[in-house]
């Protein structure tokens, strides 16, 4: 008896591990093409070099066609080794943005004085409808 509780119990162990929603973070190179996947958005970003500092460059998409988001933030917080932040910047998208599968284009420029110190992304994203509040924060090299 004990041991058919035991099993019974590890698959309803498996089942719920399996019904998590899990986000998905990619491993690519520094100053490549890199992407988020929540169970809310899709961000694509790429990071560049400029004269004054970085541009990070991407679009986002609403992963959830059949539901509008209104007010999408998203922050790149700028961070080097020690996790301190650099620089930061803010991307807003104007009420009504962000319905359907449409991607929603963005491009941040950071000005930083020293890029070498640059090693890690930090961003944090915020939007809403009329009924629900949503954030988020994920870190990818740049």
């Not at 986000?23 to 520094?30: L, R, S």
């Not at 004269?51 to 933030?73: C, H, K, M, Q, W």
């Amino acid at each position: 008896m004990l041991q058919k509780i035991m099993y019974v119990g590890s698959i309803l162990l498996f089942l719920s591990a399996c019904a998590i929603p899990h986000n998905k973070h990619d491993t690519n190179p520094a100053f490549s093409e890199h992407q988020y996947n929540g169970h809310d958005v899709n961000i694509v970003w790429k990071s560049e070099k400029t004269d004054t500092g970085i541009r990070i460059a991407g679009a986002v998409t609403n992963s959830r066609y059949e539901l509008p988001y209104e007010g999408f933030e998203l922050t790149a917080s700028l961070l080097d080794e020690n996790k301190k932040i650099l620089a930061k910047n803010i991307f807003r998208t104007g009420a009504g943005h962000l319905t359907g599968s449409v991607p929603e284009p963005f491009k941040m420029d950071i000005p930083l004085e020293n890029k070498d110190m640059l090693r890690k992304i930090k961003f944090f994203y915020s939007y809403g409808n009329l009924d629900d509040h949503f954030t988020g924060t994920f870190e990818s090299v740049p």
